[in-house]
């Protein structure tokens, strides 16, 4: 089993270390196997959007209107955040791929041998959730969390005993690394989501059993809802003999407060988690509470629920402190932006921990910061991503013919002059469209009409399905309606909009009207 360093040697060796030495220090990964670093199965047509991408670009900057949001990773930069949603759209800055989990997991400097638990995708409800991103996305980066535990513990606490530590709204477990790696003694940690619980449990046990690590080894894991946990069921988890909770640490849904969530502030019931969170904590009155969130926490419902936070805390006896952290000034190779609020005991402010990294520049002092690490520095010693199994393979294949779908329709619904165009343009001609297609024929013109001008670009429409042919490498007819027409019953086969076979007749008469001299 790993011991935990020292004070001294955490705090010299852990903060010096390399992302790569890091992940691998904290819990190494059991031999050769890397879990959760497999590819995700991507269409033909995915992959070539894909290519399309330069570093540092998104998708829509090479094809305005397209509806997937790709974004390829620079290896000389930082990566941009890291979401619950990114494994829709971060694309690897060499590879023609998105990231795997266990990539994405280097970003936000999760140890190797820390697995996540659950599916990759999976349906709840209507809405698709991709569990185990979502757990790496939502976690607070365990580098980031090591810093500022460490800077609590020597300004706040002045020691290094072990301090009880209750962990809310745990998710994967980003922050209760950070806090342990520091010499914290996470008691118990609350988690509702049966995956994250699940992650945290798998871990715990292959920690007891494996002899690799000892985190979260006198933690007690209670998957239950918020709303019904008490203080009392908190300290007798805990087992503590009658000692006080020291510290409680954890970060509500951000949804309700982030700028690309709801925005409802309390008003969504996810913002009630936030009453919640204060609740338990002026139970079990800690001596000091550390709060994360999104930024945008500052500013929702004008301020009000930052407010209600820093009073509720401030009643309970405790110095409050509130600071923006961005997680690349302390080593993480990410840009990540979050709001913390420390209340504690201390006579004096403590402020935020020291930074020790910074964008270098020209005017930058030599020697004073390390300079931003890179997402070249992320994926360091990382072997090769493994190839998708058959199950993620198949499923993948049915994601990406809905997402395909998805993206048109979304096109098409705000394109309302695209529409216009269309309609006008197949007057002459509605009498001649077999009834028998799958779909509105103003709706198949207006796709062939988005495909023309978006590659057109003040150039001939000779000049715009030439472009299309080399990007697609494709024998394209020497007629320019032609080409149209093979581009058309192309894309639209593939997305399941049409039966080619049954429709071609119609869909030659239809683009009569776009015939390009």
Same mark, same amino acid.
């Given at each position: 089993m790993i011991e935990?360093?020292?004070?001294?040697?955490?705090?010299?060796?852990?903060?010096?270390?390399?992302?790569?030495?890091?992940?691998?220090?904290l819990i190494?990964?059991e031999?050769?196997?890397?879990?959760?670093?497999?590819?995700t199965?991507?269409?033909?047509a995915?992959?070539?959007?894909?290519?399309?991408?330069?570093?540092g670009?998104?998708?829509?900057?090479?094809?305005?209107?397209?509806?997937?949001?790709?974004?390829?990773?620079?290896?000389?930069?930082?990566?941009?955040?890291v979401?619950?949603?990114?494994?829709?759209?971060?694309?690897?800055?060499?590879?023609?791929?998105?990231?795997t989990?266990?990539e994405?997991?280097?970003?936000?400097?999760?140890?190797?041998?820390?697995?996540?638990?659950g599916p990759?995708r999976?349906?709840v409800?209507k809405?698709?959730?991709?569990?185990?991103?979502?757990?790496?996305?939502?976690a607070?980066?365990?580098?980031?969390?090591?810093?500022?535990?460490?800077?609590i513990?020597?300004?706040?606490?002045?020691?290094?005993?072990?301090?009880?530590?209750?962990?809310?709204?745990?998710?994967?477990?980003?922050?209760?690394?950070?806090f342990?790696?520091?010499?914290f003694?996470?008691?118990?940690?609350?988690?509702?989501?049966?995956?994250?619980?699940?992650?945290?449990?798998?871990?715990?046990?292959e920690?007891?059993?494996?002899q690799?690590?000892?985190y979260?080894?006198?933690?007690?894991?209670?998957?239950?809802?918020?709303?019904e946990?008490?203080?009392?069921?908190?300290?007798?988890a805990?087992r503590?003999?009658?000692?006080?909770?020291?510290?409680?640490?954890?970060g509500?849904?951000?949804?309700?407060?982030?700028?690309?969530?709801?925005r409802e502030?309390?008003?969504?019931?996810?913002?009630?988690?936030?009453?919640?969170f204060?609740?338990?904590?002026?139970?079990l009155?800690p001596?000091?509470?550390?709060?994360e969130?999104?930024?945008g926490?500052?500013?929702?419902?004008?301020?009000a629920?930052?407010?209600?936070?820093s009073?509720?805390?401030?009643?309970?006896?405790l110095a409050?402190e509130?600071?923006?952290?961005?997680?690349?000034?302390?080593?993480?190779?990410?840009?990540?932006?979050?709001?913390?609020?420390?209340?504690?005991?201390?006579?004096?402010?403590i402020g935020?921990?020291r930074?020790t990294?910074?964008?270098?520049?020209?005017?930058s002092?030599?020697?004073?910061?390390?300079?931003?690490?890179t997402?070249?520095?992320?994926?360091?010693?990382?072997?090769?991503?493994?190839?998708?199994?058959?199950v993620?393979?198949?499923?993948?294949?049915?994601?990406e013919?809905?997402?395909?779908? +998805?993206?048109?329709?979304?096109? =098409?619904k %705000? &394109?309302?002059?695209?529409? /216009?165009e269309?309609?006008? @343009?197949? +007057?002459?001609?509605?009498?001649? =469209?077999? %009834? &028998?297609?799958?779909?509105? /024929?103003t709706?198949?013109? @207006?796709i062939?009409l988005?495909?023309?001008?978006?590659? %057109?670009?003040?150039i001939?429409?000779?000049?715009?399905?030439?472009?299309f042919?080399?990007?697609?490498?494709?024998?394209?007819?020497?007629?320019?309606?032609?080409?149209?027409?093979?581009?058309?019953?192309?894309?639209?086969?593939?997305?399941?909009?049409?039966?080619?076979?049954?429709?071609?007749?119609?869909?030659l008469?239809?683009?009569?009207?776009?015939?390009?001299?």
């Open positions: 935990r360093a020292s004070k001294t040697e955490t705090s010299n060796t852990l903060a010096a270390a390399s992302v790569a030495t890091w992940c691998n220090k190494p990964s031999g050769d196997l890397l879990s959760n670093h497999e590819r199965f991507h269409a033909p995915t992959v070539e959007a894909i290519k399309l991408v330069p570093a670009c998104k998708l829509s900057q090479v094809m305005p209107g397209y509806g997937s949001n790709y974004r390829r990773l620079v290896a000389e930069k930082p990566s941009w955040t979401t619950a949603t990114c494994y829709t759209d971060l694309i690897h800055p060499v590879e023609d791929r998105i990231l989990a266990r994405m997991a280097r970003l936000q400097t999760f140890p190797d041998g820390w697995r996540f638990f990759r999976g349906g409800g809405r698709l959730v991709a569990h185990i991103f979502a757990q790496i996305g939502n607070v980066p365990p580098m980031l969390a090591f810093r500022l535990a460490d800077h513990k020597a300004q706040v606490f002045s020691t290094d005993a072990p301090l009880s530590t209750v962990s809310l709204f745990t998710g994967a477990g980003g922050m209760d690394l950070g342990e790696a520091a010499g003694d996470v008691r118990v940690c609350i988690e509702k989501d049966n995956f994250a619980a699940g992650t945290l449990r798998v871990n715990q046990q920690g007891k059993h494996g690799r690590h000892d979260l080894r006198n933690a007690a894991i209670l998957s239950e809802d918020i709303f946990i008490r203080a009392k069921d908190i300290l007798r805990a503590l003999s009658g000692r006080r909770i020291d510290v409680v640490i954890g509500p849904p951000c949804q309700p407060f982030s700028h690309a969530g709801t502030g309390r008003s969504d019931h996810r913002g009630l988690l936030l009453d919640e204060l609740r338990i904590v002026c139970d009155k001596n000091c509470v550390v709060f969130n999104v930024p926490l500052r500013s929702a419902d004008d301020g629920a930052l407010k209600y936070l009073h509720g805390l401030s009643d309970l006896g409050v509130m600071f923006f952290l961005n997680a690349a000034d302390y080593g993480v190779p990410q840009i990540r932006k979050r709001l913390f609020v420390v209340a504690h005991k201390s006579s004096r402010n935020p921990p930074a990294h910074m964008a270098i520049s020209s005017t002092v030599p020697g004073l910061f390390k300079p931003y690490r997402v070249a520095d992320a994926f360091a010693e990382l072997p090769p991503a493994t190839e998708p199994g058959r993620a393979e198949a499923i993948s294949k049915t994601i013919e809905r997402k395909r779908k +998805q993206d048109f329709s979304k096109f =098409l %705000r &394109s309302t002059t695209l529409h /216009a269309a309609e006008e @343009a197949l +007057q002459p001609y509605r009498r001649h =469209l077999s %009834r &028998s297609s799958k779909m509105p /024929a709706d198949y013109a @207006a062939l988005f495909m023309l001008t978006n590659w %057109r670009q003040d001939s429409s000779r000049e715009a399905l030439q472009r042919s080399q990007e697609f490498d494709l024998d394209l007819p020497e007629k320019a309606f032609e080409a149209i027409h093979f581009i058309g019953t192309r894309e639209l086969a593939q997305s399941g909009y049409i039966d080619p076979a049954a429709t071609a007749s119609s869909r008469r239809l683009l009569k009207p776009f015939k390009a001299s």
